[in-house]
């Protein structure tokens, strides 16, 4: 990779930096003028202006650390332990005037950096997947084929990766295809079925794991993939003491017209061609806290946003954690589940 495609200038805003970190894949930039290394931007430093309400589109030198970490050239040899000390996956090699002569990234297959979390995870894998028919004419959603492997296992397995052993599998619609499946595959983990007598929806089915789950879990629909550290996520919880935590996409989306605005007086107050909109929205991933499964009632339909609201309504703390665009997989429309397995080719 060209060094300069972790270079940013000062132009660049802050939804232009979420790009640039989805294409680096090590989740810091560099704010330089021509090669002289001038701050630092990591995910951590967006998510953290994202949640005090920072405008998409401010300029990155609103966000960017500038006592940003650098080793240099002298140093060089010093880089894999200095990243491993303070957790960070690339590290800028400067001469004496700052100039950015080489970047050292973190072996992508060392395990070091990556901290593993062992939560149980519920998978909602009950619904009849009507947005992919035909798809799902013959096959339950969470069998769907993603390439090799159905999406339910895509999902179980990265949730292992990051360290993962618990799992609970919400069925109900061709359940007995979906248990007859996992039952013939060689598992390093356990799966527990949760078998639903009547549909209850995205949360009305974690009323049936009372008595099962006594620790904050993760909670994810069967038709996505986040890709992020999930340890970060589940830490980023626990220190907020948030009741639930959602996990948001940003999602931009271009509007194919030119927009009009109209005055009061009938006149063309303002015109915009082709407005690209910005917003965040839910993926289906959450870290619950486990009161919320005993506080459910028993057989109610009912699903988890209804349940968010719910508890938002009580004041409890519920909270965000927002990644980009480039790190939510949904299948649950044709076309994006083309996309979903075209990235997972490369990711796996």
Known sequence: MDIKDYFVNEECTVIDAMEALDKVAKK?????????????????????????????????????????????????????????????????????????????????????????????????????????????????????????????????????????HDFYLVINHKKNMIKAYFNEIIKKYDLTYIEEEEPLGTGGGLSLLKGKIESTFILSNCDIIILEDYSKIYKYHIKEKNKITMVCSLKKFKIPYGVVEIGENGMIESMKEKPELSFFTNTGMYIVDASIIEELDDHQFIGFPDIIQRYKELGEKIGVYPISENSWLDMGQLDEMEEMKRRLEFDV
Request: hydrophobic share 40%; charged share 25%.
């Open 28 to 164: 810091v930039l560099f704010l330089c003028d021509g090669l002289k290394l001038i701050a630092a931007i990591t995910d951590g430093d967006i998510r953290r202006w994202i949640l005090r309400k920072g405008d998409l589109y401010a300029k990155i030198k609103e966000v960017a650390n500038f006592n940003p970490k650098f080793l240099y050239e002298e140093k060089k040899e010093k880089a894999i332990e200095y990243m491993k000390k303070h957790s960070i996956e690339a590290i800028p090699i400067c001469d004496h005037q700052m100039n950015i002569l080489s970047v050292v990234r973190w072996n992508d297959d060392a395990t070091e950096l990556k901290k593993y979390l062992d939560v149980p995870v519920v998978v909602m894998a009950g619904g009849l997947g009507t947005r992919l028919y035909p798809y799902t004419k013959i096959l339950p959603k969470p069998l769907i084929p993603i390439g090799e492997i159905p999406i339910a296992e895509h999902i179980l397995n990265r949730f292992y990766m990051n360290g993962c």
